[in-house]
């Protein structure tokens, strides 16, 4: 039994609902494990999650559609090795992502009709209507994760902090609102389209009132848990744009004999100035020697880039932002936009 005569049958049943919605499911959850974890994107934060939500709420009913892209998003995060829960905690930011989908999918059935019409054939206008869906969409789900990014990271959450927040996302949206016009021109429109030709959609599954309280109900709960959950760490290919504002990340500054290194790391819960050295270090390419005194519950930064400890009467000292803390730099927790500095200076008397 074809799509088309599935949609022609007034009785459709649930078990052929069930497997339009498995097919979806794959097609979002294959598609997006390919782009991502098989790095076939054509450019950065191209999905393909958003359209096939769009499409689902024409072939099924909303209580069914409203899972194509949880469960997507669900098996393509497992499948590409993102963190999804940590220990117990769902990680808040995957909420955040989660929530915004089933926004997107929300407003999807609620203007279901008023979609489908601007989708029927193809023309120059319907293509502009395509275009501007894929747009607005990405702006609502986008604008929402990025609140979700400074809610959980900014301990004090400044308006400053904000529209860093919003302004180090903009490359991102950029590229995401070149994926939802490809995506929605080449494969929503044409499908649309197809399927209306001589009415084939017209005696879909009708939109009850019944079958949107399911929706409702799962959008108010995932944006509640946004909210509410505690897990705070992030997956690392989502961190990367993050990076490139200190207000959204650790600025950590290496200043040694002539020299001067500095880098963007961002903060995981319980991060301190020492396992952020570590990690500045790595990724940098540069020495790191240290010696841990248990007597003193603290690691001794004996070289850094070569220049080492005691070197003409210098030693390695770090300061956070601007002041010097009276701890070992693994017991002093940090945070993002703090500003760090590594100095190899005389001691000060």
Same mark, same amino acid.
């Not at 829960?85 to 808040?92: D, T, Y």
């Given at each position: 039994m074809n799509i088309s005569s599935i949609l022609k049958n007034k009785d459709t049943n649930i078990v052929n609902e069930i497997l339009i919605l498995i097919g979806f499911i794959g097609i979002g959850t294959i598609g997006r494990t390919l782009l991502v974890g098989g790095g076939l994107q054509p450019f950065p934060n191209f999905e393909i999650i958003m359209v096939t939500t769009f499409l689902a709420i024409f072939f099924i009913r909303p209580s069914l559609a409203i899972f194509v892209p949880?469960?997507?998003?669900?098996? +393509?995060?497992?499948?590409?090795? @993102?963190?999804?829960?940590?220990? +117990?905690?769902? @990680?808040?930011?995957?909420?955040?992502?989660?929530?915004?989908f089933a926004m997107v999918a929300l407003i999807n059935i609620l203007n279901k009709n008023r979609f489908r019409k601007g989708l029927v054939e193809m023309k120059l206008k319907n293509i502009g209507f395509a275009a501007g869906l894929g747009i607005g969409f990405v702006l609502i789900y986008d604008v929402w994760t990025n609140f979700g990014w400074w809610y959980i990271i900014s301990p004090t959450h400044s308006v400053e902090s904000l529209v860093a927040v919003y302004s180090a996302g903009v490359p991102f949206m950029i590229y995401h609102i070149l994926s939802g016009v490809f995506t929605f021109v080449t494969i929503a429109l044409p499908v649309i389209s197809f399927t209306s030709i001589d009415k084939r959609i017209e005696s879909s599954v009708k939109t009850k009132r019944i079958h949107k309280i399911p929706v409702f109900v799962v959008v108010i709960g995932l944006v509640l848990l946004s909210f509410t959950g505690t897990a705070l760490q992030i997956p690392e290919k989502s961190e990367i744009w993050l990076e490139e504002s200190d207000e959204t990340s650790v600025k950590m500054v290496i200043i040694g004999d002539g020299?001067?290194?500095?880098? @963007?790391?961002?903060?995981? @819960?319980?991060?301190?100035?020492?396992?952020?050295l570590q990690r500045f270090a790595q990724r940098n390419s540069i020495d790191l020697k240290y010696t841990f005194y248990e007597s003193f519950d603290s690691y001794l930064i004996d070289e850094i880039n070569g220049v080492v400890n005691g070197d003409q009467g210098m030693y390695w000292q770090y300061y956070v932002n601007d002041d010097i803390p009276m701890v070992g730099c693994n017991n002093f927790e940090i945070k993002n936009g703090d500003y760090v500095e590594w100095v190899f200076e005389s001691v000060p008397y």
């Open positions: 949880l469960f997507s998003m669900i098996f +393509s995060d497992l499948l590409v090795g @993102n963190t999804i829960f940590i220990g +117990s905690e769902m @990680n808040r930011i995957v909420l955040f992502t989660y929530s915004g020299w001067t290194l500095e880098d @963007n790391i961002f903060a995981y @819960n319980d991060d301190t100035v020492f396992s952020i």
